[in-house]
């Protein structure tokens, strides 16, 4: 009989998520915020978005960062209302106007550094940190992503296609305004923002896919159970070379429980072929709520 249990959880109330929806765009926006005062700007990183463009037209005309970013974020948000079609909410609405508000707010924090090196690796994971956060609430900080939007419905580019366009022109405007070493900087800085958001939006935790093909099945499938409490499913493949249907077994576990996985697999059928790949991110019962 398997250990697992069922799992009575009581849903929570729809409002609390939008409240906590709303708590983690004003949390994200102002992390964006203040990473782009302390880091980025005083070392003229302009590492794509909107706070980039504000970054080059600051060190052009001395304009003030947060009034730029109104400037853009705004008509973008109206723009993409008007020639997308779609509401795109009063959680987008937020974003694009309070992180602008604490970018004001908080022009006078003194620079954390003004190593260049160091404020792109710490402001791109700051700035990462905060949009993947605002991701989290179902939102976005406008700006350059509407724009991208906009461009990919009119020209029939991929989004990616278009977001990677508009941050390379803001980059190359910054080698241009700055210098090459700047550019680069702004690189490393878009660089680490991109990733640091993937992994705030997948999590810390890595899970492992195992397939398993044995001649064994039933006995393996009731030792996943027993042993891992871990649930099974069962696929069906065809030989390329016998021509002769196979069952699959699938089976998804925690990175802590694959060693004892690989070692139970071992005992019950020592000539089982396995093959093992990274999930990124599992929902469901035994994983992540989703």
Known sequence: MSKRKQ??????????????????ILIGSAIVAIAFNVFLLPNEVASGGVSGISTILKGLFGWTPAFVQWAFNIPLFIAGIILLGKNFGIKTAVGTIFLPFVVYLTANWEPWTLNPLLGAIFGGIGVGTGIGIVFRGQASTGGTDLAAQIITKYTGFTLGTSVALIDGMIVLAAAIVFDIEKGLYALIGLYLTTKTIDLVQVGFGRSKLVYIITNKQVEMRDAIYEEIDRGVTKLTATGGYTETEKPIIMVVVHQTEFTRLKQLVKTVDSSAFVIVSDAAEVLGEGFKRA
Do not use: F, G, M
């Not at 799992?7 to 708590?23: C, F, G, K, S, T």
């Open 7 to 24: 799992r009575n959880r009581q849903e929570p109330h729809p409002y609390l998520n939008l409240v906590a929806d709303y708590i983690s």
